[in-house]
């Protein structure tokens, strides 16, 4: 069974250009999710995607940032413009198990490689 | 949501049982204990998930007492490529299955 992908693996664009980052889930999977982490932080969470739905971008730091999924299945990421605090590492991860209520539920997530952001 | 914390970083030697012990003081009612690894330059990979008492699979057990407030991971005969970072997580369904990050424990495993 292929992994979880991520395309590219490293990216470096100037501050105000575009980037736009793709990932590639578990087949099947309708749980997709991207975290990133910026230098010497944390994992952040980002957003979580059912299917082709939104379900939770609590973590999207600002518009500068769009993620889709359209037709449930690959999703992107686009900075636009990029600044230079969004360097960091993107991870993508998916998961099969959607959320059935108490002591059900599986934290189990296949995570991607990530993908490398440099804005200079 | 719960916060953890573990210790930032943990030597050890090729052979030898690692016990990395993560406190959860705040842990809610419905919150799920699970672990994750991280080798340099890849995603978090799951270990392992717990509620209460005692979880063991092929790559690890995970003890919870009855409290809850704390858990650890065990890592038996430890080698080489088990030199990662570690991350405990602790969340409830009610948080759609997003993941709360710590800043894991460094482990270091020598020969």
């Known amino acids: 069974e292929a992994g979880v992908t991520q395309f590219p693996s490293h990216s470096v664009i100037e501050k105000g250009q575009t980037v736009t980052l793709r990932c590639d889930p578990i087949?099947?999977?309708?749980?997709l999710y991207w975290y990133r982490r910026v230098m010497g932080k944390e994992i952040k969470f980002l957003l979580h995607f059912v299917k082709e739905s939104k379900q939770d971008e609590s973590g999207m730091p600002n518009n500068r940032f769009l993620a889709e999924r359209t037709g449930g299945t690959y999703s992107t990421l686009k900075v636009q413009p990029a600044e230079l605090e969004d360097s960091g590492v993107y991870f993508c991860?998916?998961?099969?198990?959607?959320?059935?209520?108490?002591?059900?539920?599986?934290?189990?997530?296949?995570f991607g490689p990530g993908t490398r952001l440099t804005v200079t | 949501l719960a916060k953890t914390t573990q210790p930032i970083s943990m030597d050890s030697y090729e052979g030898q049982e690692v016990n990395i012990t993560c406190s959860h003081n705040?842990?809610?009612?419905?919150?799920?204990i699970t672990w994750y690894q991280q080798f340099p330059s890849q995603g978090p990979r799951f270990i392992i998930q717990?509620?209460?008492t005692k979880v063991t699979n092929e790559v690890a057990s995970l003890f919870i007492p009855a409290d809850r407030k704390s858990s650890t991971l065990s890592l038996p005969r430890v080698s080489l490529s088990d030199t990662a970072v570690y991350y405990c997580l602790v969340g409830g369904y009610n948080q759609g299955g997003k993941l709360i990050f710590g800043q894991g424990t460094e482990l270091s495993v020598k020969p």
């Open positions: 991860a998916s998961s099969p198990h959607t959320r059935e209520g108490p002591f059900t539920v599986s934290y189990e997530q296949y």
């Open positions: 705040n842990i809610a009612t419905n919150d799920y």
């Open positions: 087949s099947g999977h309708d749980n």
């Open positions: 717990g509620y209460k």
